[in-house]
């Protein structure tokens, strides 16, 4: 085995299939809600009395944010997830694969990022299903590379309050 693929090896990007797993699941659990669900608020499918099923398009970012913008937004958000993609694995590369909660952490920003990038690329917007309310009051509808984001940045976060061993 010759020593650039042993550092691979010992690298973070080992945890890259976590990344990948990500994606597989958030690509799939959206081609699922474009073929079998109707589209828009009127076909949404009440599961719990606080959580919806429904099939939305977001052509900007987290809570919509620009998505009234002309379309030059869909490039922007891609541009920034590319790069954003590209430092976490950079990152990785250099961090060693036993120190899991931060390559965790990125692999799951990486997956997320790279689903919501394909959306993008390909339909032009990004698909979000999931609707969580309180009364009347709506959580802007979000979907599984959102949440994988957040859960990530929060392990970020969380992971720079911990106290290092040295």
């Known amino acids: 085995m010759t ?3 042993l550092s691979l090896k010992q690298s973070g990007a080992r945890w890259l299939w976590l990344a990948l797993l990500v994606f597989l699941a958030d690509i799939g659990i959206k081609l699922l809600v474009m073929n079998k669900m109707g589209y828009g608020w009127g076909n949404r499918i009440e599961v719990l009395p606080f959580f919806n099923l429904l099939y939305v398009h977001n052509y900007g970012a987290a809570f919509s944010f620009l998505s009234d913008q002309a379309g030059w937004q ?3 958000f ?5 790069g954003v993609v590209g430092l976490l694995v950079y990152w990785m590369r250099h961090l060693p694969a036993s120190e899991k909660w931060n390559n965790i952490a990125y692999a799951l920003i990486i997956g997320g990022a790279v689903g919501n990038v394909f959306d993008r690329v390909v339909h032009g917007f990004v698909v979000d299903y999931l609707d969580f309310y309180w009364g009347t009051y709506h ?3 979000f979907n599984l590379a959102d ?3 957040c859960i990530g940045a929060a392990m970020i976060v969380f992971d720079s309050f911990r106290t290092k061993k040295q």
Do not use: M, N
Request: charge should be positive; avoid cysteine; proline fraction near 6%.
């Open 74 to 76: 869909r490039w922007f």
């Open 139 to 141: 959580w802007p509808a």
């Open 3 to 5: 020593q650039q693929a």
């Open 78 to 82: 891609t541009g920034i997830a590319v």
């Open 147 to 149: 949440s994988t984001i």
